[in-house]
């Protein structure tokens, strides 16, 4: 749709972000979305790739169960082993993205949305 047509709110108000105005939603059981956003406003400027990741400590992440080491899951992700502990304020707008499709498809899930994903 166009802009401003309220793509975003929509998004929002299925995610639990935003309560809607009126009416309800209703989603379906067992429905666990991770949800990707257009402003990578989620992203801690000042936080590494590794912490970005690894938000609990150590070095790894589980992806779909299964242990990965941090740098691993980031060369699936066209990073290189030396940005692991570089700051997300360092990445491009597009190395940002892929952080944040990183951290998402690493979370439980069985709904990924993605807000804007060609920005």
Do not use: M
Request: proline content about 7%; glycine content about 10%.
């Amino acid at each position: 749709g166009p802009n401003g047509a309220g793509k975003t709110t929509l998004l929002k108000i299925l995610t639990g972000v935003l309560a809607p105005d009126s009416g309800t939603i209703r989603l379906g059981t067992n429905l666990t979305p991770v949800y990707v956003d257009q402003s990578r406003s989620s992203l801690d400027p000042e936080a590494t790739l590794w912490d970005t990741l690894c938000e609990g400590g150590g070095d790894q992440v589980i992806v779909r169960g299964k242990p990965r080491h941090v740098v691993s899951y980031l060369r699936d992700f066209l990073f290189r082993e030396s940005q692991a502990r570089q700051p997300v304020k360092a990445l491009s707008g597009g190395e940002q993205c892929r952080l944040l499709l990183a951290r998402a498809l690493a979370k439980p899930s069985n709904l990924l949305i993605l807000d804007e994903p060609t920005n």
